[in-house]
């Protein structure tokens, strides 16, 4: 299982919107809602930030959201703080009843 | 508080075997599956396997890099999951995280990891 697509790096300026991409096949992204987004800033362990393609656990800023259109899912920040300078990564449950991440971006708030 | 926290990590020569244990607290770990993730120095994430509750056979999955020398088991009356890593390579050096889900929907939270370093 290959791992999903995502862009190495992204920046954005405080106050402004980034979206991350995350693409994968029809065996994966394509054919499941099963996608979710974690954050991991320098040193820490990763944090969920979207499940289920869309859903915000509790506590997660509604400045994040979540959406798949075919085999590609997003994440969109907005209104960007200079807290948010972390790496994310996307994931989907697959077809082989497994599942597989994204290679991670980095966010960089300028 | 909902909290796993993993043990077991530390520096090993190729070829020999570990075992790493996460600790559940603040939840029944029973209602959950159980998934071990690692990731490589300055590398992403890659998701080793996971087990099922008992509800759901209590079986388990794996990636297709890992299955055959990584296995996952439970103990849910101590609250504890383990990964025995068997034949360790020095590619197999990074933190282990281990989390929890509901039908694999989403991995949260996740425990603050536990280096292991394979080294001659």
């Known amino acids: 299982q290959s791992a999903l697509t995502q862009p190495p790096s992204v920046s954005g300026s405080p106050g402004q919107s980034v979206t991350i991409s995350c693409t994968g096949t029809s065996s994966d992204v394509g054919s499941y809602n099963r996608v979710s987004w974690y954050q991991q800033p320098p040193g820490t362990a990763p944090k969920l930030m979207i499940y289920e393609v869309s859903n915000r656990p509790s506590g997660v800023p509604d400045r994040f959201s979540g959406s798949k259109s075919g085999n590609t899912a997003s994440l969109t920040i907005s209104g960007l703080q200079a807290e948010d300078e972390a790496d994310y990564y996307c994931?989907?449950?697959?077809?082989?009843?497994?599942?597989?991440f994204g290679g991670g971006t980095k966010l960089t708030v300028l | 508080e909902v909290q796993l926290v993993e043990s077991g990590g530390g520096s090993i020569q190729p070829g020999r075997s570990l075992r790493l244990s996460c600790s559940a607290s603040g939840f029944s770990l029973g209602d959950f599956s159980v998934s071990w993730v690692r990731q490589a120095p300055g590398k992403g994430l890659e998701w080793l396997g996971f087990?099922?509750?008992?509800?759901?056979?209590?079986?388990?999955e794996y990636a297709a890099s890992v299955k055959g020398r990584f296995t996952i088991s439970r103990d849910d009356s101590k609250s504890i999951a383990y990964l025995q890593l068997n034949s360790l390579k020095t590619e197999d050096t990074a933190i282990y995280y281990c989390?929890?889900?509901?039908?694999?929907?989403?991995?949260?939270?996740w425990g603050q990891g536990t280096l292991v370093t394979v080294s001659s």
């Open positions: 087990i099922r509750s008992k509800a759901y056979g209590g079986t388990s």
């Open positions: 994931s989907s449950y697959t077809s082989s009843i497994t599942v597989v």
């Open positions: 989390t929890r889900s509901k039908y694999m929907v989403g991995f949260d939270p």
